[in-house]
């Protein structure tokens, strides 16, 4: 190589400007501050708070049950969801006609009836089918069982919010398989693989990072959106909260404690968002691991000469 | 006499009303390096993506190794083979996409390890020892671990020609293979695939590389509008055609 080497240049004539100044940003500052001071006092004076209230009941037996409901019927009707999510895609992207149909109406139906009075038609199944059999259709019944002791509350809300949540992760799913270019399963099915291989291996790994944030948004607000099962009188954090201050009249101290077990487990979480999107992530990070980084470091400059 | 790996009999195919192929003959003995060439459009890709049963045809029969591609023919009828059976018959044709269509989520050791994993179940050690060894066949052990987005586009196509040869493919298909390469990026390709012809690959290639197809391919096809207008030793037809459309192709390529 002759000429002048651009690169030496670049450190003899570093740039020494006055840094732009940004005034705005200190007023906002101040601003904030002093609202956050206010904030602080008063929370920390005013007595309506009852902070020794919020200790005592934090911990406390019907507070910890209601949160122990809260996450089983979150985990299981994400499970449901999630499931159910998947095979609704599947299904809505299936070259059979019949299938595309019946998630389209399923996903139309669950999306498009309040949960609230889905909720209810689950609880109140019975009325319209006091027993439900296993049989064949038009034929004779081989057993069957009464639905008041079928369906429980529990089963009840499981089914409400899975089942309404399946639609919401249809079409999540669905939006994530899209986005993996076609090219993806082509290739997949020129190795050989099968559909459902190519889909196991190759697209659903990649839809993954588009599926999950919009997922963690769901799970989050599964997380408060079970407090609804308080309609078919089935309790959890917020419900037990409730019932506490009913009775002892501590409204403010009582939806503290219930909004701080809900921040906590939004927190959790987020963070475990944030391991799952980094295992998805593979391959896509523009920041590579330090190992990664160091064989790239090294490299460069063999690959510049 | 010997079987033809490829036989193409009569192949119709159409994108709703537009005609793609319109009766496409074509014979690809083994071992033969047939080059593909045309303008856009002419339905060279399509009549590649046949071939492994890609695209469906509309009409006429495509035989590899004697089998129809997609059916099976019983007294006169044809039935749809099922998919697990299309699966079945595309383990012996490699397919290089111009895109390359690597799998992003895995390093290029994973990627070349996917079919012998996934469809012939083969133990990882193995799988990986063999991926290894394909890799350094395309110059490119030292990026085993390395990530497609980590690659450039040559290095890319070259695991993509890895990942094709793992299944131990009798044809190997390759779709404008070097079409989205930066031009100092081609020959690394072009010198793969050269070796590959010369360890005796079937090997039909859709290409615009008019300078490989004159050395490494025993026969050069010119496609257009659907139609093969012209076919034979590459020298020849790049010397002498003898159709006014090759001519005229010929001359803006050249």
Known sequence: MTGPAVGTTKHEHPIEAVPLRHPGRWVAVAV?????????????????FRWDVVGRYLFSTPILNGLANTLLLTVLSMVIGVVGGIGLAVMRLSPNPVLTGAAAVYIWLFRGTPLIAQLLFWNYLSALYPRLGLGIPF????????????????????????????????????????SVDRGQSEAAGALGLSRVQALRRVVLPQAMRVIIPPTGNETISMLKTTSLVVVI?????????QRIYSTNFQTIPLLIVAAAWYLALTSVLSVGQGFIERKYGRGFNPTPSAGARMFFLRRNPEQAA | ?????????????????????????????????????????????????????????????????????????????????????????????????????????MTAAENV???????????????????????????LVEKCDSYPAQLSGGQQQRVAIARALAM??????????????????????????????????????????????????????FMDEGRIVEAGNPRDVLTNPREERTKAFLSKVL
């Open chain 1, 32 to 48: 904030l501050a002093v609202l956050a001071a206010m904030l602080v006092h008063t929370v920390l004076t005013n007595e309506g």
């Open chain 1, 139 to 178: 034929g004779p019944v081989f057993v069957s069982a009464d639905v008041n002791s079928l369906i429980t509350p529990f089963a009840a809300c499981l089914l409400g919010l899975g089942l309404n949540e399946a639609a919401y992760m249809a079409e999540i799913v669905r939006g994530g398989l899209q």
């Open chain 1, 233 to 241: 009188g089935y309790f959890e954090l917020l419900t037990s909260a």
């Open chain 2, 1 to 105: 006499m010997t079987e033809p790996m490829v036989e193409a009999l009569d192949i119709y195919k159409s994108f709703g009303s537009v005609e793609v192929l319109r009766g496409i003959n074509l014979t690809v003995m083994p071992g033969e390096v047939a080059c593909v060439i045309g303008p856009s459009g002419s339905g060279k890709s399509t009549f590649l993506r046949c071939v492994n049963h890609l695209e469906t045809i509309d009409a006429g029969r495509m035989r590899v190794e004697g089998d129809l591609i997609g059916y099976r023919e019983s007294g006169g009828k044809l039935y749809e083979l099922r998919e697990s059976e299309v699966a079945h018959q595309r383990r012996d044709i490699g397919m290089v996409f111009q895109r390359f269509n690597l799998f992003p989520h």
């Open chain 2, 113 to 139: 390890m996917e079919a012998p994993r996934t469809v012939r179940r083969e133990s990882k050690t193995k799988a990986r020892e063999r991926a290894v060894a394909l890799l350094e066949r395309v110059g």
């Open chain 2, 168 to 221: 131990e493919p009798k044809l190997m298909l390759f779709d404008e293979p070097t079409s989205a390469l930066d031009p100092e990026l081609v020959g690394e390709v072009l010198d793969v695939m050269r070796g590959l012809a010369r360890d005796g690959m079937t090997m039909i290639v859709v290409t615009h590389e008019m300078g490989f197809a004159r050395e490494v391919g025993d026969t050069l096809v």
